[in-house]
């Protein structure tokens, strides 16, 4: 018989065996087709996550299902301060949700997304903002679709759409989201 975890990880101590593992299921799941992928990934991972610290409430942390010591389904969010015409917000970014094919189906995704997402419950963050190509599958978690305009002011072309999925949610979905142009101040996750 199998045996599940779930688990929360911390970026800044997280071993390289983790992130690897994290890397090849990411891989497989978003259908990387690169040469050296999985490496690839684990090395942009390893770059990326001291960069994403803070408190201990707001620390880029890392939800994992492992069956039999094996990672099968992971999601990450960090803090991220962003810019609305109500003034400065201070969200949870939901980024790395996937699961392997083989496990999908089993609310192994839904388990770490969800873990991701009651950091906003607990009142670490204002709320959660992401991009999602599967806005059904975030709905049923209670998160919402928003419209507005994102723009990037940091970038080379601050006027680009900083998303590359087509679909902005927040969680929760009633919370109070402002119109007008929205300032990542950063790259889209």
């Known amino acids: 018989m199998s045996e599940e975890t779930a688990e929360i990880l911390e970026w800044s101590s997280m071993d ?13 799941a978003f259908e990387v087709k690169e040469e050296d992928a999985v490496s ?8 990326i ?11 880029t942390r890392c939800a994992v299902v492992r069956i039999d010591g094996k990672i099968i389904a992971t999601a990450d969010s960090f803090l991220r301060r962003i810019a609305t015409p109500a003034g400065p917000l201070r ?7 996937a699961c392997l094919p083989q496990h999908r189906g089993n609310g192994y995704g839904r388990r770490v997304a969800r873990t991701m997402l009651q950091r906003v419950d607990q009142r670490a963050f204002d709320l959660s903002l992401f991009q999602t190509g599967v806005a059904p599958f975030y709905e049923k978690l209670g998160c919402r679709l928003v419209s507005n305009r994102f723009v990037n002011s940091l970038a080379d072309d601050p006027a680009a759409n900083p998303w ?21 101040l950063g790259p889209g996750y």
């Open 40 to 47: 690839n990934y684990a090395e942009r991972l390893h770059s």
């Open 16 to 28: 390289a065996a983790d992130v690897s593992q994290i890397a090849a299921v990411r891989v497989v």
């Open 49 to 59: 996550r001291s960069g994403h610290t803070g408190s201990p409430e707001t620390s």
């Open 164 to 184: 590359w999925n087509p679909q902005v949610m927040i969680y929760p979905a009633a919370a109070g989201w402002p119109d007008g142009t929205i300032d990542l």
């Open 91 to 97: 969200v949870l970014a939901l980024a790395g949700v």
